[in-house]
């Protein structure tokens, strides 16, 4: 008999859950890690790849069937085809998707793909050289258009690339990179600046809204008309162009929240549960199975944290705090 799913106490069901596998990155957002001196989780506290199928493997038998795999950059945990190739085995996973800043892309598009993983967001703010390294302390930005290319290649299937929206930075890019993106058959994504870097350096000026995204795109390129979203719970708002051109997304955490409808769980890469990114507590899978611990005491470890799961982030209240951990350390 079915386990009955993960409900918490606003009775949303959660069957999505983020898995991140380091905390480490090969560039350094300036809206997620401070340029020096980033604190590196140790390796010995990382979970392995046996750790991280175990927990998988448990919590698809409470329910959950959408995997997305993160970081920091995902791409830079070695041998991750062996660890894509485990968690695509599960059967009971029916989406696999994976989250990266491209410029490992150009050599792993392909071994990602060959291990069975289908779903690529790759994060890309801008398609100009200077504003790339501007935002990314690196100058890749040749790699990851190499790397988008390579994925194309290769045959995933909806490639979405992922835009952190800084007003007063990106504005520019907005139309350029919506227009690559049809150009090349991908889907846009606009998010909204959410307070989760490491330096506090978020505030609602910052913020480009999506609605202001909306109005740029309609009117630079074609009327964007709101489509019924696959999945209502799913964090982005569904847009297509009026022209037949293609969708673009919008995650409007901070102006639209859609907590209501939250379905996600995450594992950071030290293994700590978070029922939501801006959690302010977390519970430690990690100790209990490096303990010994049964399936089943993990299992409702799983189902405790999401039992207590709060109702929503709070950025929009005077009681809003930023947690303890930086975006880089949580996973997209
Ligand atoms: S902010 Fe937290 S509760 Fe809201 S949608 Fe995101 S993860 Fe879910």
Known sequence: MAAPPLVDSFGRIHDNLRVSVTDRCNIRCFYC?????????RRAEILDFEEIERFVRVAVSLGITKLRVTGGEP???????????RLA???????LALTTNGVLLP???????????????????TLDRERFLRITRRDDL?????????????????????AVAVKDLVEPDIVPLARYARENGFEARFIEFMPLDAQNLWDRSKVLTA?????????????????????????????????????????????????????????????????????????????LMRAGAADEEI???????????????AINSAKFVAPPRPMYSIGG
């Not at 040749?142 to 992922?162: F, S």
């Not at 162009?241 to 995650?251: C, T």
């Not at 929240?257 to 030290?270: K, M, Q």
């Not at 799983?302 to 799961?309: N, Y």
Request: with cysteine; net charge neutral; charged share 25%.
């Open 211 to 287: 609605d202001e995204i909306i109005a740029m795109l309609s009117r630079e390129i074609a009327p964007l008309v709101p489509v019924p979203d696959p999945d209502p719970r799913a964090p982005a708002s569904e847009y297509e162009y009026a022209d037949g051109g293609g969708r673009v997304g919008f995650i409007a955490s901070v102006t639209k929240p859609f907590c209501g409808n939250c379905n996600r769980i995450r594992l950071t890469a030290d293994g700590k549960l978070r029922y939501c990114l801006f959690a302010l507590e977390e519970t430690d899978v990690k100790a």
């Open 299 to 313: 299992a409702s470890l799983l189902r405790r944290t999401v039992a207590g799961k709060w109702e929503g982030h």
């Open 75 to 85: 791409l830079v945990r070695r041998d991750l085809p062996a660890l894509i190739r």
């Open 142 to 162: 040749g790699r990851v258009l190499l790397g988008l290319e390579a994925a194309k290649r290769v045959g995933y299937a909806r490639i979405k690339l992922n």
């Open 107 to 125: 050599e792993l598009a392909a071994p990602l793909y060959e291990a069975g993983l289908r779903r690529l967001n790759v994060h890309l703010d």
């Open 33 to 41: 890690m401070p340029e020096t001196n980033v604190q590196f989780v």
């Open 89 to 95: 085995a599960i059967p009971e996973i029916q989406d």
